[in-house]
């Protein structure tokens, strides 16, 4: 059984924010220049354009961005991308981190950003406030979201997903009463015995559309909704994070209630996740879809040429705009933008970022006088169940994969982390290297 329809809310007055992400350490060494939104994601998007493109579908289009580390890629990508029409009244706008007379420090976690950049929203008309991570991959209409909010004269909504047991411990879990309020929050719970006291009843599945068969928990996706009145209230403190602070002290002071989000979400936190998300876009049924055009998923526009395949054998892959594939082998893998792999390469389980400028032929010609191969992959080359990321130049006859190694290492052009080994970011690997 779905929930009753509730009357729709006029998305002009809600105004969007957007966590920009700290310093993405689990996401580490796709972070080491760029911040977490901004880390490429299934050949052509960045991780920031699932957030804006979910407000735009939504109807609200009055976005602001809070960065702070490694944001300067970010800023490029998002003013490439999001502009709207003088008329419309939308923008997605960059608050970047600032000091002021009022404060000389950088944001100390998500509500102190929030808090710190009060003097900019004010001169926006609204009554709501979406917050929302820059760094998750999901697809969701907020004006449901919001409707609750409404409907249910609550002061803050929390997004919520349900979780197999299994995973509950990693995730703050939230216990509903009949009415969808929030009675109580534990962050990360690990006892079996209070796992048991927060299992949602069986008996409240059919209402929320819960078609599994299994124990399920409520799990906070950061994603909240507060009035405007009540978001200036809670900040009005020294707590730094909403999900650790805030949060928790509102459960206990505020009309606080839960929406149950049915659908796909991953939180692309740590390289695991970030890798496993994006080689499940290659099978034939993905549990994310970037080919549903009712809520399409918005990007830069690059005007690149179709991707060029000569005598590549590709299966279960992406391939994105601008490619040369010549005689190689491609499975389970997405190919980036760009992306050159040449005669003999085989690439298995892999994401390749591509390049962020289609290299010259005298670039080319320079850079193989100096010793290097050109960007891309060389001839003969093998990479299995790894992350090239952009601008890497991968020589000819070179085997790379994480077979063999520590699940974390540290190695001298490369990294390992959960077992995947990473090329960092225009790293060049020489002809005939083992890795």
Known sequence: MKPTALPPVDPSQVLALIMGGGQGTRLFPLTLERSKPAVPLAGKYRLVDIPISNCINSGMRRIYLLTQFNSASLHRHVYGSFKFDTFSGGFVEILAAEQTPKSDTWYQGTADAVRKNFVHLRGQPHEYVVILSGDQLYRMDFREIVAQHVATRAELTVA?????????????????????????????????????????????????????DEDLYLASMGIYVFNRAVLREVLDNELTDFGKHIIPQAIQERRVFSYVFQGYWEDIGTIRSFFEANLD????????????????????????????????????????????????????????????????????????????????????????????????????????????????RIG???????????????????????????????TVIPDGSVL
């Open 160 to 212: 919520t997903i349900p979780v197999a047991r299994r995973e509950a411990s990693s995730f703050g879990i939230m216990q509903i009463a009949a009415d969808r309020r929030i009675e109580r929050f534990v962050e990360k719970p690990r006892d079996p015995a209070l796992l048991e006291e927060l299992q949602l009843p069986r008996s409240s599945h059919a209402e929320y559309g819960i078609t599994q």
């Open 281 to 392: 876009l290659t099978a034939e049924l993905p549990r994310f879809n970037f080919f549903d055009m009712q809520a399409p998923i918005f990007t830069r526009p690059r005007f690149l040429p179709s991707s060029k395949i000569n005598g590549a054998a590709v299966d279960h892959a992406i391939i994105a705009d601008g490619c040369i594939l010549n005689h190689c082998q491609i499975q389970h893998s997405v190919i980036g933008l760009r992306t050159l792999v040449d005669r003999g390469a085989k690439i298995t389980r892999t994401i390749v970022m591509g390049a962020d400028f289609s290299e010259s032929q005298e670039s080319i010609e320079q850079n193989r006088v100096e010793g290097r191969p050109r960007i891309g992959v060389g001839a003969n080359t093998r990479i299995e169940n790894a992350i090239i990321d952009k601008n890497a």
């Open 396 to 426: 000819k006859d070179c085997v790379i994969s994480p077979a063999g190694k520590p699940e974390h290492y540290d190695g001298e052009n490369f990294y390992i982390r959960d077992g995947i080994l990473i090329v960092p970011k225009a």
